[in-house]
């Protein structure tokens, strides 16, 4: 399956949405899906087997969103599946495709700062627009597995809690992929 991911933030960039982003299309990858990632950066860490459609963050936001929304026109027709990370940035190109588009499209709400924005203003405008055009969507902000576990040197790290990581993801991966064609 072809599938895209539009994120505001990918490694090394910190933030909330960019280790789940990473995880996310490591593990797509690993299930030999064609994954590509969209992104707001220029030097985004690499995974083997994903491909990169980079946006200079650095640009003046008017011009940023354009030549974003440019590369997602142009590339939207490929994929099966879009998988959108919730942020003004992803949303508001995403939400102008909506009407051209073929493939199923799942909005994930994984940043809770965006989350909290999108409760007033012109982001809720097109927050919500964007969720009633959407086939999906999956709200992991309360979610506590899909953290990767942190490994201290000193300090072991349970199986459990290793286990309990894993299986989060393989229903969070069944889940978006249920939407797919």
């Known amino acids: ?93 995403a939400t102008y495709i909506m009407p051209f588009r073929k493939s199923s499209t799942v909005l994930v709400i994984s940043d809770p700062i965006a989350k909290a924005k999108s409760r007033s203003g012109m982001y809720k405008n097109v927050h919500e627009n964007l969720k009633n055009k959407v086939t999906a969507t999956i709200d992991i902000t309360e979610e506590t597995d899909r953290h990767k576990p942190e490994i201290h040197p000193f300090k072991p790290v349970s199986d459990i809690t290793i286990s309990n990581h894993d299986k989060w993801w393989n229903r969070h991966l069944e889940e978006i992929l249920s939407y797919g064609k």
């Not at 707001?40 to 940023?64: A, M």
């Not at 590369?71 to 939207?76: A, F, G, N």
């Not at 942020?87 to 190109?93: A, I, Q, T």
């Open 1 to 93: 399956m072809n599938i895209a991911i539009l994120t505001p933030l990918f490694p090394p960039d910190i933030g909330e949405p960019a280790p789940y982003a990473k995880l996310l299309a490591n593990k797509l990858a690993d299930a030999e899906h064609n994954v590509s990632v969209l992104l707001y950066g220029h030097l985004p860490e690499n995974i083997s087997g994903v491909k990169f459609v980079c946006t200079d963050k650095r640009k003046w936001t008017f011009v940023r969103l354009y030549l974003y929304t440019m590369r997602l026109l142009m590339k939207y027709r490929k994929f099966d599946l879009l998988i959108i990370n919730n942020g003004l940035s992803c949303e508001f190109p």
